[in-house]
């Protein structure tokens, strides 16, 4: 969701485009170096791409990230436009343009590179990756080849759907997308609530995979905290979630936290209309595993009010890999919605999210 108040930024680090604090630069193994919380630290931020350009398109307004087959970044940006990144420096590498089926922008805000094991594979034998991407204003979730060309559309619930049609709100609605492990149950988050139901108790609808298709399925209930929403979710190797939530106060600057969250026991809330906070319903588990804003700042400045100079409005999440510890490097980014007072930020944390 593009954030219409003008939200702080951060500009600062090294003379090096990317910026990497002494301790991130020795290696960060030990939870000590740089901690943001026991479960959580950060090695370092770049702002390499804040206010550039590739190939005529402009690199920024990021809100989702993925990591392909090949080891390489995909970022989304919410004007419509997929980049690959190369991992190391960051640098764009490929742009594609992506539509709706009448040929207009999308609003698009979640990324799933789906990458089959056999039901599809190309002439010399490899697998045939496709992108599934969301947008907010409908909300839609369409599957586009790597070329930009819609295949698909999924089925969304009527409740789900933007006004008239159902009783979400344009710009309030799928934010994050992501594969459960199997690669069998796809889930997407809505960013805030929807009519009828109580605020900060928000939906995260599932799809199954049915003959390479993707089905409705379970529905489950999530309660942000007070005037959060929920831009990202990301699954973990584990079959549990990450979850961002985020706001903005005018004058006080970005909240951003980030939780574990686990579907098991949940309520299948596809059948109940209104969720109001019924004893009967069970949630999604959630812990907290840090705020940013407790997170070393590692030299950056804000032009604006931030709790935390590092903050921004943080947006896309992916999952790049293990350290040697065995914690999830989680890489965030954040949408500087093409705005000067803002700053496209990329975040490389470890996080370990055993109980």
Known sequence: MRLRTVLATLTAGLAAATCVSAAGSAGADSVADNACSPSVSIDRFSDALDKTTYHGTFVGNFSALAV????????????????????????????????????????SEGLVIDIPHSRLR?????????LLITSETEPSVRRYSRDGKILDRLPVPASLQVAPAGRATGNQTFEGLTLLPGGRTLLASMEYAISGDSAGIVRFQTWKRHHGRFELAAQYAYRTDAGLG??????????????????????????????RADLRHATDTSGIENLTGQPDVHLIKKTLLTDIATCPSLGATAKQPQPNPLLDNIEGMTITGRDRTGRLKVLLVSDDNQNAAQTTRFYYLRVRTTP
């Open 122 to 130: 190309s002439s010399g034998g490899t697998p045939v990756s496709t």
């Open 230 to 259: 929920v831009p990202e979710v990301q699954a973990t190797p584990d079959g549990r979630l990450l979850v961002l939530e985020r706001g903005f106060t005018a004058g006080v600057g970005n909240t951003v936290r980030l939780y």
């Open 68 to 107: 392909d087959g090949d080891g390489s970044l995909a970022a989304l940006e919410d004007r419509s436009s997929l980049l690959g990144l190369d991992p190391k420096t960051l640098q764009p590498t490929s742009a594609v343009h992506l539509a709706d089926e009448k040929g207009a922008d999308l609003d």
